[in-house]
């Protein structure tokens, strides 16, 4: 009766909507209960927190986010319940911790170490934007968590051998039973980043990188093996695939939010990943079996993280005002006024997309001006704009970059757009007629630069961000701009610029269509 009573002891007080008893009772019987000391684990996990330690506010939500200290809260909750079952409870995050907000990017990740450390991390994976201020500071930063960033995919170049500070893999023992962890770094790092930030380390194939681990870790007595993955939702599917031995991957990188654990490959893989932005965080609890190591029965619920939906954790809360008061109040200054949401999409031309570009092309004076949909990382909402909220939409240092490209060149730059999956670019002073449906290479049937037909052999005065401007996200095109020059100008300060001599704002103001599919 022992499993039983572990199971419905800390269950009897809040069953979730829907929650059956029979089939429970099934599921036990099963995954055998009664054959041997079946032990059990959360794992609380959250991913791609991106900075968002305060409460924000977001799209479709009426009230803002509860921040880091009502995750704590929950989490302390979380942990409060356990202890009086005797249930370990590990903490894992999947990477992208601090590049996206002021708090996060101007402490260059110090400020969200603190708070994890609070918090109690137990492992972290290596995420593409721990790199976004060098691999120096990616060591700054392991020296000063309390807990290990893991990555078995990352590699001195120099050496081949993997850094001191990032470790494979780390063993988590609960009073005989042992847990497993690997991490793992999407191998596409080195276009996520700006040009030159990785330039020290090799990302190898994640599957093979993971193998040799894994067969270490039975060997090592593990009686479950955690994969904590910065790969996204597609990269943790093809893992689960092709290495049979990983019982659950924690994921993030792909900002997907898993109301329920998807399963993959043949034995099968459990996969949960818990959105972005902190706007949630997952819980499974798992039945583990140590005789035959592996997971016989689980749990998962999904944390909505919303402003009072738990008091605020006090010693959160006191450090979360002393890094307030480090970065200052200048953020808070207003730049502008929308009267209605700006937002952005990154399957289409969006009026926040529109904005930026029109900034971008006013600011360097250009024909045409090109922006990546995945470095927009926000909304700008109805009333008063600040500087923190341009600020967290556009959050990486990138400057203005100014170039001559051909109008053939600016052709294969649209055609990439449509090819490549990386969203579709930005774009302003362009007007572009195409078809999805044409075979790769002749989607573009047509390109207007301002009223004029684009002519291949012309060149044109475009601008773009130094992300960009470097191959970013595979736009390898820029490479090839001639005259060439970096304005300095952060693409922020010359949107904050352009929302004051422009507002008040609407979205309507920015619906000319500039992607038109035929």
């Known amino acids: 009766m022992g499993c ?3 199971i419905f002891s800390r269950r009897s007080r809040r069953l979730p909507a829907g929650w ?9 019987i099963l995954s055998g209960c009664g054959r041997g000391e079946v032990r059990e684990l959360t794992v609380i996990h959250t991913n791609d927190l991106h900075g968002h330690v305060l409460p924000t506010r977001v799209e479709g939500w009426t009230g803002r986010t509860g921040g880091y200290a009502t995750f704590v809260s929950w989490l302390n909750e979380v942990r409060r319940e356990n202890a009086e079952q005797d249930i370990p409870t590990l903490l894992l995050d999947a990477g992208d911790f601090f590049m996206g907000t002021v708090e996060g990017n101007l402490t260059r990740g110090a400020s969200v170490v603190r708070l994890m450390n609070l918090a109690g991390y137990d492992a972290l994976a290596v995420g593409n934007h721990e790199f976004d201020y060098g691999f120096f500071n990616l060591f700054r930063l392991t020296e000063e968590a309390d807990f290990p960033f893991l990555s078995a995919n990352i590699f001195l170049r120099d050496t081949g051998e993997h850094p001191e500070f990032i470790h494979p893999y780390l063993i988590r023992e609960y009073d005989g039973l042992k847990v497993g962890i690997i991490g793992v770094t999407v191998a596409e790092t080195p276009a996520l980043t700006t040009a030159g930030t990785v330039s020290r380390v090799l990302f190898r194939d994640p599957a093979e990188s993971v193998r040799p681990y894994l ?3 039975r060997r090592e007595g593990a009686d479950i ?19 049979e031995d990983i019982d659950l991957i924690v994921g993030g990188h792909s900002h997907d939010l898993l109301t329920r654990p998807e399963r993959a490959g043949r034995k099968p893989t459990l996969i949960v990943q818990a959105g972005a932005y902190g706007r949630h965080a997952g819980r499974i609890d798992l039945r583990i079996d140590p005789e035959v190591k592996r997971i016989v029965g689980h749990r998962s619920e999904i944390f909505v ?5 738990y008091p605020a954790d006090l010693e959160t809360n006191r450090l979360l005002v002393e890094i307030r008061e480090e970065v200052g109040t200048g953020f808070d200054s207003t730049v502008g006024i929308a009267l209605k949401d700006i937002t952005g999409d990154s399957r289409r031309q969006s009026p926040l997309g529109s904005l930026i570009t029109d900034a971008m092309r006013s600011r360097a004076d250009a024909e045409a001006a090109f922006q990546n ?8 909402f109805q009333g008063s704009i600040t500087r923190r909220d341009v600020y967290t ?13 051909t109008g053939r060149k600016i052709r294969e730059l649209l055609e990439q757009s449509l090819t490549l999956r990386k969203g579709l670019l930005q774009v302003s002073g362009l007007r572009v007629e195409y078809d999805p449906d044409r075979p790769e290479g002749r989607r ?6 301002g009223d004029q037909p684009l002519e291949d052999d012309l060149h044109y005065r475009v601008s773009t961000n130094v992300f960009l401007a470097g191959g970013g996200d595979y736009f390898s095109t820029f490479t090839g701009g001639i005259n060439r020059r970096d304005s300095g100008v952060l693409l922020r300060d010359a949107v904050a610029d352009y929302i004051s001599q422009n507002t008040p704002l609407h979205p309507d103001f920015f619906n000319g269509e500039r992607w038109r599919r035929r």
């Open 20 to 28: 059956l008893v029979v089939p429970v009772l099934v599921l036990l």
């Open 393 to 405: 939409v556009l959050p990486f240092d990138n400057s203005i970059v100014t170039m001559d490209l």
């Open 215 to 217: 067969r270490l870790l």
């Open 373 to 380: 949909p995945y470095g927009i990382r926000g909304s700008l």
């Open 4 to 6: 039983f009573r572990r």
């Open 305 to 309: 993280n919303r402003q009072f939906s």
């Open 225 to 243: 093996i955690i994969v904590l993955s910065h790969l996204g939702l597609a990269g943790d599917r093809r893992l689960a695939e092709e290495l």
């Open 444 to 449: 573009v049937i047509s390109v207007e630069i």
